[in-house]
Nanobody, 115 residues
Framework: QLQASGGGLVQAGGSLRLSCAASEITFGMRNMAWYRQAPGRQRELVATISRTGSTDYTDSVKGRFTASRDDAKNTGYLQMNSLKPEDTAVYYC???????????WGQGTLVTVSS
């Protein structure tokens, strides 16, 4: 089970840090992803962080967003800086399917960036 938090309303140029707390004891063994879904749009992959800490980002957030993880706390983070109105979306954390372990999703946290 994943619990996402940290969303809110912020002005353009501001920052937010999303957290995703996992009850999964396998958290440290698994890659993690952040997705977002804006109104009327498909869910898109925003960032990934591997179990070894390697990260990758969609082009639109490169240089502004940073994914990290603290395996001791079973928690992943998405630091979002220089936010833009087009970043407005519900953000979801995900542990992709791995072996016998199912795909897991957080409930989503709303980020609203005002211009």
């Amino acid at each position: 089970q994943l619990q996402a938090s940290g969303g809110g309303l912020v002005q353009a140029g501001g920052s937010l840090r999303l957290s995703c707390a996992a009850s999964e004891i396998t958290f440290g063994m698994r890659n993690m992803a952040w997705y977002r879904q804006a109104p009327g749009r498909q869910r898109e992959l925003v960032a990934t962080i591997s179990r070894t800490g390697s990260t990758d980002y969609t082009d639109s957030v490169k240089g502004r967003f940073t994914a990290s993880r603290d395996d001791a706390k079973n928690t992943g983070y998405l630091q979002m800086n220089s936010l833009k109105p087009e970043d407005t979306a519900v953000y979801y954390c995900n542990l992709p399917k791995m072996g016998i372990f199912s795909d897991a999703w957080g409930q989503g946290t709303l980020v609203t960036v005002s211009s």
